[in-house]
């Protein structure tokens, strides 16, 4: 007990000390140089991009469930539209292509639809990136770019059901208000197959954690396809279009999609038959302790997160010897289909120094975490073993 | 100077044919073509993303050379030859050897000398303000928004920094927080008249 304390006085200290070295430092890079050159941390949030504005949440923060709305990991091409577009007098949600009856719908009609809510991992097709070997362009994305929330709203087979879908149909086309400052830059318009549109789990959210949807993360409307990556979750939604096709243009053409079979590392870019990312895979993380920290000699909780796509986690291991041997953790918590599950580990840490602790999970269709991911030119759908690096004090 | 020792790391780089660099030709190299290539990534690169995108990549030649062409397809206003400068800066500073930490892409042009007396040596500028709207809408539009109402940077029309010119161009010049330095890519008539054009907004 009187060791705890002390420990947490120290950590106490060690906090102040290290803000207020910090403020030191920012103060005497003010203003010339106000970042280094890798990561800004802004308060909650890790920084990749200021402008559009694409940031991560610190890993540490997946000790919860449920990731907050302010860290929640935020990425889009174009930053969020102007505020007159998505204006709730003005905002619109129109549903178009092969139907019988087009809809026009403000938030108000839309919320006479059935409420549902659903807790659904949502994670950026291109979190881990950074990870890859041999690097790969896009936003270095590293180990947060990756959540868990309560979203509701509606379903979309509702919607598309008012609508009436017409036999040819095969692709729902989705279009939000944002906008390239430059206009030949082309829009990013997705589409998901229409199996994906009419499951009962596909929603169109307008709450987030029980709050109103943030602007940064698709105000007033989002797509939510619990078990997809997110390039298919679109934000600031206004147009739905129902079609024969899939969607055109770069974004869902050339962009967000991967090799069918592996290839070699740095080949296979023109003519490769690649396909879109649409299901999350298997993956696991280290929420705590956070890499570089340092741990007792007595029992130090190690926990974190795992999750898969359209299945269940069965186990997570971890391992202290660089994967030779592998032991179980406890899960705990919730269990919902689409949210990541929690996990626990009592670890005795045998030595004094440094220790690296990785984690894998398995998942209900025999899938095993792997050590590294396939190499595929963008860096989409890391995957490989998750890994914490610590101090044990003497 | 700059420019002759820009042109012999061009002609080394040449007899080197395609073979790789070594640290020091590589250091050559960056500091050859920092001024103009920083000058462009700021000018024509961060009209749709600011510079840290770039600094984070880390890729052989080849894989710039087609992000540098997509982006010019996208619209970015880059020339040929302008495009050739920055695929070699590019692939130079950011190769997938190149250490994690770099220091930040605009350091060098931070780090002009600060200013302590009129802009000109010759007398005062008069900003032109019809000029001024065009080169604002090329330059710092994309971040002040339309009629510099404002956007991802702060409102300027109407902004108090407007009557104390040694602190707005102190700003525009060497840059203050996320605003990168523009004093390489803008000339002194450039933010004159910027500046005139701002004062009727």
């Given at each position: 007990?009187?060791?705890?304390?002390?420990?947490?006085?120290?950590?106490?200290?060690?906090?102040?000390?290290?803000?207020?070295?910090?403020?030191?430092?920012?103060?005497?890079?003010?203003?010339?140089?106000?970042?280094?050159?890798?990561?800004?941390?802004?308060?909650?949030?890790?920084?990749?991009?200021?402008?559009?504005?694409?940031?991560?949440?610190?890993?540490?923060?997946?000790?919860?469930?449920?990731?907050?709305?302010?860290?929640?990991?935020?990425?889009?091409?174009?930053?969020?539209?102007?505020?007159?577009?998505?204006?709730?007098?003005?905002?619109?949600?129109?549903?178009?292509?092969?139907?019988?009856?087009?809809?026009?719908?403000?938030?108000?009609?839309?919320?006479?639809?059935?409420?549902?809510?659903?807790?659904?991992?949502?994670?950026?097709?291109?979190?881990?990136?950074?990870?890859?070997?041999?690097?790969?362009?896009?936003?270095?994305?590293?180990?947060?770019?990756?959540?868990?929330?309560?979203?509701?709203?509606?379903?979309l087979r509702?919607?598309l059901?008012?609508?009436?879908?017409?036999?040819?149909?095969?692709h729902v086309?989705l279009?939000?208000?944002?906008?390239?400052?430059?206009?030949?830059?082309?829009?990013?318009?997705?589409s998901i197959p229409l199996e994906k549109a009419v499951h009962?789990?596909t929603?169109?959210?307008?709450?987030?954690?029980?709050?109103?949807?943030?602007?940064?993360?698709?105000?007033?409307?989002?797509?939510?396809t619990?078990?997809?990556?997110?390039?298919?979750?679109?934000?600031?939604?206004?147009?739905i279009?129902v079609?024969?096709?899939?969607?055109?243009?770069?974004?869902?053409?050339?962009?967000?999609?991967?090799?069918?079979?592996?290839?070699?590392?740095?080949?296979?870019?023109?003519?490769?038959?690649?396909?879109?990312?649409?299901?999350?895979?298997?993956?696991?993380?280290?929420?705590?302790?956070?890499?570089?920290?340092?741990?007792?000699?007595?029992?130090?909780?190690?926990?974190?997160?795992?999750?898969?796509?359209?299945?269940?986690?069965?186990?997570?291991?971890?391992?202290?010897?660089?994967?030779?041997?592998?032991?179980?953790?406890?899960?705990?918590?919730?269990?919902?289909?689409?949210?990541?599950?929690?996990?626990?580990?009592?670890?005795?840490?045998?030595?004094?120094?440094?220790?690296?602790?990785?984690?894998?999970?398995?998942?209900?269709?025999?899938?095993?975490?792997?050590?590294?991911?396939?190499?595929?030119?963008?860096?989409?759908?890391?995957?490989?073993?998750?890994?914490?690096?610590?101090?044990?004090?003497? | 100077?700059?420019?002759?020792?820009?042109?012999?790391?061009?002609?080394?780089?040449?007899?080197?044919?395609?073979?790789?660099?070594?640290?020091?030709?590589?250091?050559?190299?960056?500091?050859?073509?920092?001024?103009?290539?920083?000058?462009?990534?700021?000018?024509?690169?961060?009209?749709?993303?600011?510079?840290?995108?770039?600094?984070?990549?880390?890729?052989?030649?080849?894989?710039?050379?087609?992000?540098?062409?997509?982006?010019?397809?996208?619209?970015?206003?880059?020339?040929?030859?302008?495009?050739?400068?920055?695929?070699?800066?590019?692939?130079?500073?950011?190769?997938?050897?190149?250490?994690?930490?770099?220091?930040?892409?605009?350091?060098?042009?931070?780090?002009?000398?600060?200013?302590?007396?009129?802009?000109?040596?010759?007398?005062?500028?008069?900003?032109?303000?019809?000029?001024?709207?065009?080169?604002?809408?090329?330059?710092?539009?994309?971040?002040?928004?339309?009629?510099?109402?404002?956007?991802?940077?702060?409102?300027?029309?109407?902004?108090?920094?407007?009557?104390?010119?040694?602190?707005?161009?102190?700003?525009?010049?060497?840059?203050?927080?996320?605003?990168?330095?523009?004093?390489?890519?803008?000339?002194?008539?450039?933010?004159?008249?910027?500046?005139?054009?701002?004062?009727?907004?």
């Amino acid at each position: 007990m009187s060791d705890s304390g002390a420990l947490s006085r120290r950590t106490c200290f060690q906090r102040i000390a290290f803000l207020l070295g910090g403020l030191a430092l920012w103060r005497r890079v003010q203003p010339a140089q106000a970042e280094p050159a890798g990561v800004v941390e802004t308060g909650p949030q890790t920084v990749r991009v200021m402008r559009p504005y694409d940031a991560e949440t610190p890993v540490r923060e997946f000790a919860s469930y449920l990731t907050p709305n302010h860290r929640f990991f935020v990425r889009s091409h174009f930053g969020p539209p102007e505020a007159a577009l998505i204006a709730e007098a003005d905002w619109r949600l129109r549903v178009g292509g092969l139907i019988e009856h087009p809809l026009e719908l403000t938030l108000k009609d839309l919320k006479q639809f059935e409420r549902i809510t659903i807790t659904a991992v949502v994670q950026c097709s291109g979190n881990g990136r950074a990870f890859h070997r041999p690097k790969v362009p896009g936003v270095q994305w590293e180990r947060g770019a990756v959540g868990n929330a309560q979203w509701t709203g509606v379903r979309l087979r509702d919607l598309l059901a008012k609508a009436g879908v017409r036999p040819a149909a095969k692709h729902v086309q989705l279009q939000g208000a944002d906008r390239p400052v430059v206009t030949s830059v082309p829009l990013f318009t997705r589409s998901i197959p229409l199996e994906k549109a009419v499951h009962p789990d596909t929603i169109l959210a307008y709450e987030m954690n029980g709050r109103p949807l943030p602007l940064l993360h698709g105000a007033p409307l989002r797509v939510i396809t619990p078990g997809w990556m997110a390039d298919s979750c679109i934000k600031w939604l206004t147009d739905i279009t129902v079609q024969a096709d899939e969607a055109k243009g770069y974004y869902m053409q050339t962009a967000y999609r991967v090799p069918v079979t592996a290839i070699q590392p740095n080949s296979g870019l023109p003519g490769t038959s690649m396909v879109p990312v649409e299901a999350m895979v298997l993956k696991s993380l280290i929420a705590s302790p956070g890499n570089g920290d340092e741990v007792g000699r007595g029992p130090v909780t190690v926990q974190g997160v795992a999750w898969s796509g359209e299945s269940a986690i069965t186990t997570v291991e971890l391992s202290f010897d660089e994967g030779r041997t592998w032991e179980q953790a406890r899960l705990v918590g919730e269990d919902e289909p689409y949210a990541w599950r929690q996990w626990q580990f009592l670890w005795k840490p045998k030595a004094a120094g440094s220790a690296s602790i990785l984690c894998r999970a398995t998942d209900s269709a025999g899938q095993v975490q792997p050590q590294t991911t396939a190499w595929n030119p963008s860096g989409f759908l890391w995957n490989g073993w998750d890994r914490v690096t610590v101090t044990v004090q003497a | 100077m700059m420019f002759s020792r820009m042109l012999i790391s061009v002609i080394v780089l040449g007899v080197a044919g395609g073979a790789a660099m070594t640290g020091a030709q590589e250091e050559d190299v960056v500091a050859a073509l920092a001024p103009r290539a920083e000058t462009l990534i700021l000018a024509r690169c961060s009209v749709c993303h600011t510079p840290d995108l770039v600094a984070q990549q880390r890729l052989p030649k080849d894989r710039w050379e087609a992000t540098v062409q997509k982006m010019r397809h996208w619209g970015a206003e880059i020339t040929e030859e302008e495009a050739g400068l920055l695929v070699r800066f590019l692939s130079a500073r950011y190769h997938p050897g190149a250490p994690d930490q770099l220091p930040p892409l605009d350091s060098e042009l931070r780090k002009a000398e600060p200013l302590t007396q009129e802009p000109a040596a010759e007398g005062p500028l008069v900003g032109v303000a019809v000029r001024g709207a065009g080169i604002f809408e090329h330059n710092c539009q994309a971040c002040h928004g339309t009629g510099a109402t404002g956007g991802f940077g702060p409102k300027l029309a109407k902004n108090p920094i407007l009557k104390h010119e040694d602190l707005f161009w102190e700003t525009v010049l060497h840059g203050r927080g996320p605003m990168p330095a523009w004093g390489a890519a803008l000339s002194h008539q450039d933010i004159a008249d910027i500046h005139a054009w701002l004062l009727t907004k």
